[in-house]
Antibody
Framework: QLRLQKSGPGLVKPSETLSLTCAVS??????????WGWIRQPPGKGLEWIGS???????YYNPSLKSRVTISVDTSKNQFSLKLNSVTAADTAVYYC???????????WGQGTLVTVSS | DIQMTQSPSTLSASVGDRVTITCRAS??????LAWYQQKPGKAPKPLIY???SLEGGVPSRFSGSGSGTEFTLTISSLQPDDFATYYC?????????FGQGTKLEI
């Protein structure tokens, strides 16, 4: 059974960089035709796609966040990572890592944890 | 960008009811529409993709229909476990935006 385990701090200061990592177990990132990505959900609000990456390193970002986002993949560790710089309170959200199928819907999700931007 | 609009935002129903949630796209997305169920404190769970294809393990009381710009998710006979928030998502590209959600409550 595929499992995605997210790690990273739950509190980030304004103007700093939010960094999260998602470790994949039960399947290999680089033997998959799937994409891997990040989605966030501000408290009490809906879902927002942040970006996706293929095992080759090809990336796709939400245009509204593109200038601040970097997603990378480490196939040797079977994990992928998110960096969001210059964060503000508006970036406070539950962040999810997930697998995106070749049909572009999301079929496996990691547990979400709240990342709060506050001084 | 393609905008997804769900209605209603909140739906009150009872166990055994048949309920329908609607999702409208701002432009045609053919049949590239997925539905998710989210319970409080949990990650969304995929129910349906390509408008009407049931994800593995999803009960047959869930069904989806539609094409173009208008889609529906139907639950034929509500069970207690179905009270949750439902989201649609267009999935014709990696840039698949979500609807704002429909909360199904007792």
């Amino acid at each position: 059974q595929l499992r995605l385990q997210k790690s990273g701090p739950g509190l980030v200061k304004p103007s700093e960089t939010l960094s999260l990592t998602c470790a994949v177990s039960g399947g290999s990132i680089n033997r998959s035709s799937h994409y891997w990505g990040w989605i966030r959900q501000p408290p009490g609000k809906g879902l927002e796609w942040i970006g996706s990456i293929y095992y080759s390193g090809s990336t796709y970002y939400n245009p509204s966040l593109k200038s601040r986002v970097t997603i990378s993949v480490d196939t040797s560790k079977n994990q992928f990572s998110l960096k969001l710089n210059s964060v503000t309170a508006a970036d406070t959200a539950v962040y999810y890592c997930a697998r995106q199928t070749p049909l572009y819907y999301w079929d496996y999700w990691g547990q979400g944890t709240l990342v709060t931007v506050s001084s | 960008d393609i905008q997804m609009t769900q209605s209603p935002s909140t739906l009150s129903a009872s166990v055994g009811d048949r309920v329908t949630i609607t999702c409208r796209a701002s432009q045609s997305i053919s049949s590239w529409l997925a539905w998710y169920q989210q319970k409080p404190g949990k990650a969304p769970k995929p129910l349906i993709y390509k408008a009407s294809s049931l994800e593995g393990g999803v009960p047959s009381r869930f069904s989806g229909s539609g094409s173009g710009t208008e889609f529906t998710l139907t639950i034929s006979s509500l069970q207690p476990d179905d009270f949750a928030t439902y989201y649609c998502q267009h999935h014709n590209s990696y840039l698949g935006t979500f609807g704002q959600g429909t909360k199904l409550e007792i």
